[in-house]
Nanobody, 129 residues
């Protein structure tokens, strides 16, 4: 049974940092891509970042709005994918989810939430002074 559990969200001031964790189980993380998504109230779920499997090329992808501020990484031994978020802005406020479609590579449409079948329950990130 595929499971993903996010943690690490919270309240942070603008300019601050948070690191989100996505702990996976039920599959071998080494072989699969993981995506991070977020959803703000009244908005559609949007792709934030994706990291391909370690046995493909391990490439990382980012939405333009977070490029240069967020970094995705994976620790296969700990079955965990991280999203390091720096220089946070109020517009980063959202519920953050990790997801997998059990493919090895993120692909050109990694940002499309509809392509992912397995989701965690999410963690709230609030950026406010």
């Amino acid at each position: 049974q595929v499971q993903l559990v996010e943690s690490g969200g919270g309240l942070v001031q603008p300019g601050g940092s948070l690191r989100l964790s996505c702990v996976t189980s039920g599959f071998t993380l080494d072989y699969y891509a993981i995506g991070w998504f977020r959803q703000a109230p009244g908005k559609e779920r949007e792709g934030v970042s994706c990291i391909s499997s370690s046995d493909s090329d391990g490439s990382a992808y980012y939405a333009g709005s977070v490029k240069g501020r967020f970094t995705i990484s994976r620790d296969n031994a700990q079955n965990t994918v991280y999203l390091q978020m720096n220089s946070l802005k109020p517009e980063d406020t959202a519920f953050y989810y990790c997801a997998t479609d059990l493919y090895r590579a993120c692909g050109d449409s990694w940002w499309a939430a509809r392509l992912y079948a397995n989701w965690g329950q999410g963690t709230q990130v609030t950026v406010s002074s």
